[in-house]
């Protein structure tokens, strides 16, 4: 790729280590300091002259090149990425060394604030950028901050995944900043397309290209929280929510991918996809409530989804649920003809009789319409 041959000519070699000295002396600064206008101007001055020669010397693979090492030192080797580079596993073991030495453990935290991120954005990306350089620049530095609000990605990212069973517990969410929340409106308004691609879906569906420390445990336990959900349904509604084409995006990209391979192998097939909780289901609620064109085959696996969840295992919490049968009453209001085109109304009736909330007569009486 185009950032492992930029890394490994002297050209990247000296980019990766301008890169990581930023990054350690970030790291280094006081709190109270790196929120002080003065550096966070000078700061993100800094690492746009960086992304700018990165990006010239290896396009958006160079983009994501230097947000890999701000990402995380530790994850930018040779060996990781692809493509070894000469001198930096030196220079990663020294800093390696300074940061175990400052708190006994690799340092893998992010080292912007939210602050420095809005900057960088405002300063970065202009009308001229590429899509493609947009995502892996989005992908690098505004992703982060979406991850840093959950305590499971936030443990494992900081190499305490001993800690993601009592992390699930959710004692330590955070809610968006104000900062970060204008921020993900704007990129909502000016750039739907990349925002729901490299922000908005990671979020919401574990990568382990994005978390590549994440264990199959992890993975499993995996769920977005409550305050992710709702900074993610605020860019679903007012004057400057996603565009119908982006939320459609949204809704394809979270439905579940049965992994071929696995179903191959295990009796249990491996379900990707967002997980449906009482927090994100009501995230999928407002996307099919604006109503964007969805194709046929993304209509009939939301009703396959739907079906299966009213079966074992999952029917205990789902047949109770409000969330749910919301989900479910949404779907077959808005998209009815494309649900009987596609062969998924029977399925659905027989799926409601299962339901166990008030509304269960009123999407019987909805698919009986359609029937």
């Known amino acids: 790729s185009s950032s492992s041959s930029s890394s490994s000519s002297p050209h990247g070699e ?3 280590r301008e890169t990581r000295e930023l990054r350690v002396a970030l790291l280094d600064m006081p709190p109270g300091e790196s929120s002080s206008s003065e550096v966070v101007r000078h700061a993100v001055d800094e690492i746009g002259e960086l992304l700018r020669r990165c990006g010239e010397a290896g396009g958006a693979g160079g983009i994501s090149r230097c947000g890999e090492i701000f990402g995380g030192g530790s994850r930018a080797v040779g060996d990781v990425v692809g493509g070894g580079f000469g001198g930096a596993n030196d220079a990663k073991g020294e800093q390696s060394k300074e940061s175990e030495r400052s708190n006994g453990r690799s340092d893998n935290r992010f080292p912007l604030n939210d602050a420095m991120v809005s900057s960088l954005v405002k300063a970065f990306l202009t009308d001229a950028t590429g899509s493609l350089r947009a995502k892996a620049f989005l992908r690098s530095f505004v992703l982060p901050l979406m991850m840093d609000m959950n305590p499971i990605t ?35 308004r000016d750039r739907p397309a990349e925002c729901v691609e490299s922000v908005v879906v990671p979020t919401l569906v574990l990568k382990k290209k994005h978390v590549p420390s994440a ?17 993610i349904s605020r860019l679903l509604r007012g004057k400057d929510a996603l565009s119908n084409p982006a939320i459609a995006l949204l809704v394809e990209e979270v439905l579940p991918v049965i992994d071929e391979e696995t179903t191959a192998s295990d009796a249990v097939p491996t379900r990707g996809g967002m997980k449906w909780t ?11 409530n604006r109503q964007p064109n969805l194709p046929d085959a993304v209509v009939a696996k939301l009703a396959d989804e ?33 649900l009987k085109s596609a062969g998924r109304v029977e399925p659905l009736k027989s799926a409601a009789t299962r339901l166990k909330t008030f509304m269960r007569k009123t999407i019987g009486l909805s698919l009986k319409k359609l029937s």
């Open 278 to 288: 009482e927090n994100t289901m009501p995230v999928l609620t407002a996307c099919l």
């Open 154 to 188: 936030r443990a494992v990212t900081l190499g305490c995944s001993d800690d993601v069973g009592d992390q699930k517990k959710g004692s330590k969410c955070k809610p968006a900043s104000r900062v970060l929340t204008s921020l993900l409106t704007s990129l909502a």
């Open 306 to 338: 739907i079906s299966y969840c009213l079966s074992p295992p999952s029917i205990q919490s789902m047949m109770k649920s409000m969330k749910f049968s919301t989900l479910f009453h949404v779907l077959v209001s808005k998209y009815g003809p494309q």
């Open 215 to 231: 264990s199959s445990e992890f993975e499993a336990s995996f769920e977005p929280t409550r305050f992710q959900c709702e900074l």
């Open 14 to 16: 000296q980019l990766d």
